[in-house]
């Protein structure tokens, strides 16, 4: 199984990057798919997720600016983000998970991609 992130970059605050997580090896609509975050010195966190028939569910923090979406026919994720701040600078990750469950624990997920790092700042 390959997930593989991309996407990020350098953005100033208030500007908007869309992240995409490309799935191989997998059956991908059978997975649910989720994106976490971990910046310098922080534990990793949940941002979104979002289920096999598309129901998502969001942080609290990130409600509002952050959309999660999925393209099954692609086997891919995407992760919008609107009005970014300093403090979303993070390494962003995305995540599948077998079950069709909505979770924001990291040991629930089963594989993991690489991460594409994020940037805000002016």
């Known amino acids: 199984v390959q997930l593989q992130a991309s996407g990020g970059g350098l953005v100033q605050p208030g500007g908007s990057l869309r992240l995409s997580c490309a799935a191989s090896?997998?059956?991908?609509?059978?997975?649910?798919m989720g994106w976490f975050r971990q910046a310098p010195g922080k534990e990793r966190e949940f941002v979104a997720g979002i289920k096999w028939g598309g129901t998502t569910y969001y942080a609290d923090s990130m409600s509002g600016r952050f959309t999660v979406s999925r393209d099954n026919a692609k086997n891919t994720v995407y992760l919008q983000m609107n009005s970014l701040k300093p403090e979303d600078t993070a390494v962003y990750y995305c995540?599948?998970?077998?079950?069709?469950?909505?979770?924001?624990?990291?040991?629930?997920?089963?594989?993991w991609g690489q991460g594409t790092q994020v940037t805000v700042s002016s």
């Open positions: 995540a599948a998970k077998a079950r069709d469950s909505s979770s924001p624990r990291a040991p629930d997920y089963d594989y």
């Open positions: 090896g997998l059956t991908f609509s059978w997975y649910t």
